[in-house]
């Protein structure tokens, strides 16, 4: 196909396309790209007439990708990136004008603990722009960032797609909570005979904590595993159970309640939560606004009563 031959290919199409193999599912990709199912439908349509493939085939009660379909996205996807970048870095940005929509991805701590101040400066800086907030952990951050669903994520992060930009934005101190009345900290054993209740996204009921007990020979008793922060606040209050959190989850939940924090009676190894971005979005201006915003916000030191 020359130059020529491309004034007849849809851009849009290429876009349905891509988020079809993400999705695999046509009530998702119309709610994604705001759109109805029968024009999903009928894209897929044109799309299989474009590529002379099925692209897409019926599994059980899901679809799946052709080979063929694969293929197309593996080449097709650095193309998508380049005119993405392309077209981002043509244009200026000026955030008290500004009527962008920014897709972030959060982890539930950083979402509890970090966002709102960051939130408040941005509707500040910029009061026209639209901030769509994403859940995202690990786990979740890699097909996020892959797919396009977001262009910036703030979580712990291991392994993220290749044309990915990472940068720490802090270390993760963690801090006890406790919502009972008894005076001093506590010991080791206290830490370890307590209740504990554990924030885990995945429902697991172990996590770094556990294994850095057991570096001491030690262990806790987990009884609670719920999947955000903000109940811990209601939960603890006045009873024995008590949860060991990020320190900036921790501020967010003592203040103004009767819940107070205190360091942890062993040594616990810090992780690190990064800021992780899509390579097509690196000189995009508003995009760079966004991460300054969020390195500048998501970075400081912390007051943390106790």
């Given at each position: 196909?020359?130059?020529?031959?491309?004034?007849?290919?849809?851009?849009?199409?290429?876009?349905?396309?891509?988020?079809?193999?993400?999705?695999?599912?046509?009530?998702?990709?119309?709610?994604?790209?705001?759109?109805?199912?029968?024009?999903?439908?009928?894209?897929?349509?044109?799309?299989?007439?474009?590529?002379?493939?099925?692209?897409?085939?019926?599994?059980?009660?899901?679809?799946?990708?052709?080979?063929?379909?694969?293929?197309?996205?593996?080449?097709?996807?650095?193309?998508?990136?380049?005119?993405?970048?392309?077209?981002?870095?043509?244009?200026?940005?000026?955030?008290?004008?500004?009527?962008?929509?920014?897709?972030?991805?959060?982890?539930?701590?950083?979402?509890?603990?970090?966002?709102?101040?960051?939130?408040?400066?941005?509707?500040?800086?910029?009061?026209?722009?639209?901030?769509?907030?994403?859940?995202?952990?690990?786990?979740?951050?890699?097909?996020?960032?892959?797919?396009?669903?977001?262009?910036?994520?703030?979580?712990?992060?291991?392994?993220?797609?290749?044309?990915?930009?990472?940068?720490?934005?802090?270390?993760?101190?963690?801090?006890?909570?406790?919502g009972d009345k008894r005076p001093g900290p506590l010991t080791l054993d206290q830490y370890c005979e307590r209740p504990h209740a554990m924030v885990?996204?995945?429902?697991?009921?172990?996590?770094?904590?556990?294994?850095?007990?057991?570096?001491?020979?030690?262990?806790?008793?987990?009884?609670?595993?719920?999947?955000?922060?903000?109940?811990?606040?209601?939960?603890?209050?006045?009873?024995?159970?008590?949860?060991?959190?990020?320190?900036?989850?921790?501020?967010?939940?003592?203040?103004?309640?009767?819940?107070?924090?205190?360091?942890?009676?062993?040594?616990?190894?810090?992780?690190?939560?990064?800021?992780?971005?899509?390579?097509?979005?690196?000189?995009?201006?508003?995009e760079k606004w966004l991460r300054s915003r969020i390195g500048q916000f998501m970075s400081e030191p912390l007051n943390i009563p106790t």
């Open positions: 196909m020359n130059r020529n031959d491309l004034r007849r290919v849809d851009m849009n199409l290429l876009v349905i396309f891509e988020a079809l193999m993400f999705e695999k599912n046509l009530t998702r990709v119309a709610e994604k790209l705001f759109m109805g199912q029968p024009a999903v439908s009928a894209a897929l349509g044109r799309l299989r007439d474009l590529f002379d493939d099925p692209l897409l085939l019926r599994n059980g009660r899901g679809m799946e990708p052709t080979g063929r379909a694969l293929a197309i996205l593996k080449e097709l996807q650095p193309a998508m990136d380049v005119i993405s970048g392309a077209v981002s870095r043509a244009k200026e940005f000026d955030p008290a004008t500004s009527r962008d929509v920014f897709r972030i991805g959060l982890s539930d701590d950083a979402e509890f603990g970090l966002f709102p101040p960051l939130l408040r400066q941005l509707q500040e800086e910029a009061p026209g722009i639209v901030v769509v907030v994403r859940r995202a952990n690990y786990l979740l951050m890699p097909a996020l960032l892959a797919s396009g669903e977001i262009s910036v994520g703030v979580s712990y992060t291991t392994e993220l797609p290749a044309n990915a930009k990472c940068k720490t934005l802090r270390d993760i101190p963690c801090k006890v909570l406790r885990s996204f995945s429902g697991d009921l172990s996590g770094n904590i556990d294994l850095d007990l057991a570096k001491i020979g030690r262990c806790r008793r987990v009884v609670l595993g719920v999947p955000q922060f903000s109940g811990l606040r209601a939960l603890l209050a006045g009873t024995e159970m008590i949860a060991t959190v990020p320190d900036y989850a921790a501020c967010a939940l003592v203040e103004g309640c009767a819940l107070r924090a205190e360091d942890p009676p062993f040594p616990i190894e810090a992780a690190q939560l990064s800021m992780a971005w899509s390579g097509v979005h690196d000189n995009d201006p508003a």
